[in-house]
């Protein structure tokens, strides 16, 4: 069975994400989605089923609850889609040891997505982590010396 891939991660990205709704994650992902995302800010590492990687999401989901997710850009390879994207939220809540600020943040990301019967299976993952803490003062600006 073939999946449209693309529509899933629209779908997974625009039900899932934008809304905070981890139910709706188990439309979209397989009981043993593995993400990979060793460059993540919480330091998780590889996440080895569903149910995990709900719990490592909503650590976002509750230090950002109005996080968004946008699609910047998106390849798609048989049953893999490349996507590049942009995710904007509040700092509300606490996150990874730092209390909510109420700062904005706003950073880039990329991930390739791999389906396979009907439902996202696997996800390679990184997000400019660096910028996620500077904006919510957590570790300091690095600005490059003017002339």
């Given at each position: 069975?073939?999946s449209?891939?693309?529509?899933?991660?629209?779908?997974?990205?625009?039900?899932?994400?934008?809304?905070?709704?981890?139910?709706a994650?188990?439309?979209?992902?397989?009981?043993?989605?593995?993400?990979?995302?060793?460059?993540?800010?919480?330091?998780?590492?590889?996440?080895?089923?569903?149910?995990?990687?709900?719990?490592?999401?909503?650590?976002?989901?509750?230090?950002?609850?109005d996080?968004?997710?946008?699609?910047?850009?998106m390849?798609?390879?048989?049953?893999?889609a490349?996507?590049?994207?942009?995710?904007?939220?509040?700092?509300?809540?606490?996150?990874?040891g730092?209390?909510?600020?109420?700062n904005?943040?706003?950073?880039?990301?990329?991930?390739?997505?791999?389906?396979?019967?009907?439902?996202?299976?696997?996800?390679?993952?990184?997000?400019?982590?660096r910028?996620?803490?500077?904006?919510?003062?957590?570790?300091?600006?690095?600005?490059?010396?003017?002339?």
């Open positions: 069975m073939t449209d891939v693309g529509a899933l991660v629209r779908g997974f990205f625009n039900e899932a994400i934008n809304t905070g709704d981890l139910d994650f188990d439309r979209y992902c397989g009981l043993d989605y593995v993400w990979h995302g060793g460059a993540d800010p919480g330091g998780l590492g590889d996440v080895h089923g569903l149910e995990n990687f709900k719990r490592a999401v909503a650590m976002f989901f509750t230090g950002f609850p996080l968004k997710v946008e699609i910047l850009d390849l798609i390879d048989g049953e893999r490349a996507v590049r994207f942009r995710e904007t939220g509040t700092h509300r809540g606490p996150f990874v730092v209390a909510p600020t109420g904005t943040i706003t950073f880039a990301g990329m991930g390739i997505y791999r389906a396979e019967d009907g439902k996202l299976v696997e996800e390679w993952f990184v997000d400019d982590s910028a996620i803490f500077e904006q919510i003062g957590a570790i300091p600006v690095i600005r490059e010396a003017s002339e």
